[in-house]
T-cell receptor
Framework: DGGITQSPKYLFRKEGQNVTLSCEQNLNHDAMYWYRQDPGQGLRLIYYSQIVNDFQKGDIAEGYSVSREKKESFPLTVTSAQKNPTAFYLC????????????FGPGTRLTVL | GDSVTQMEGPVTLSEEAFLTINCTYTATGYPSLFWYVQYPGEGLQLLLKATKADDKGSNKGFEATYRKETTSFHLEKGSVQVSDSAVYFCALSDMNTGFQKLVFGTGTRLLVSP
């Protein structure tokens, strides 16, 4: 089945540690995105990538980093510089010419202790 | 910049009641409009979309009409079910950034009781 997978579903880390969230898609989509969701808020864009080996900062990129070495994969690293990393993280992808439609993974809930 | 405003929740209804969730937007140009749904602990799923004025998106009994004159895209369903309990997000595609960025509202939680 085609889709977007994120792993793990739940992640716990100690304060000060970097952590990497996985996002893989087998939909052959060109663009991929990372969002952060906090209770009572909409989704906020962290980073996006429209093509392999290229990515751009979104609205809240500080304290995060990404890579796009393969079309299928867009991992997100939450660094120790992120002041409030506990949140629900969602990965999405979209094909070219989708008119804005994005397809979402199941999300990873990160809790920093 | 572009923005989306949704009614605050939760919206609490009994099964088979009529549902309306209001959504208004501010945008330059002519964005596409979307409703996404999020079930507990899951990612977002596209519910419906409309790409131009007066278009009606529909899916699973839900409908929304792109109203340019009132800059609105209200979500409606004639008879809700318990299984419709979820958070609903209105969104628009912002074409001003050079790529198809989605701008989301804050979400409206729907609770349907038997």
């Amino acid at each position: 089945d085609g889709g977007i997978t994120q792993s793990p579903k739940y992640l716990f880390r100690k304060e000060g540690q970097n952590v990497t969230l996985s996002c893989e898609q087998n939909l052959n989509h060109d663009a991929m995105y990372w969002y952060r969701q906090d209770p009572g808020q909409g989704l906020r864009l962290i980073y996006y990538s429209q093509i392999v080996n290229d990515f751009q900062k979104g609205d809240i990129a500080e304290g995060y980093s990404v890579s796009r070495e393969k079309k299928e994969s867009f991992p997100l690293t939450v660094t120790s510089a992120q002041k409030n990393p506990t949140a629900f993280y969602l990965c999405a992808s979209s094909p070219s010419g989708a008119g804005g439609t994005q397809y979402f993974g199941p999300g990873t809930r990160l809790t920093v202790l | 910049g572009d923005s989306v405003t949704q009614m605050e929740g939760p919206v609490t209804l009994s099964e088979e009641a009529f549902l309306t969730i209001n959504c208004t937007y501010t945008a330059t140009g002519y964005p596409s409009l979307f409703w996404y749904v999020q079930y507990p602990g899951e990612g977002l799923q596209l519910l419906l979309k409309a790409t131009k004025a007066d278009d009606k998106g529909s899916n699973k009994g839900f409908e929304a009409t792109y109203r340019k004159e009132t800059t609105s895209f209200h979500l409606e369903k004639g008879s809700v079910q318990v299984s419709d309990s979820a958070v609903y997000f209105c969104a628009l595609s912002d074409m001003n950034t050079g790529f198809q960025k989605l701008v989301f509202g804050t979400g409206t939680r729907l609770l349907v009781s038997p």
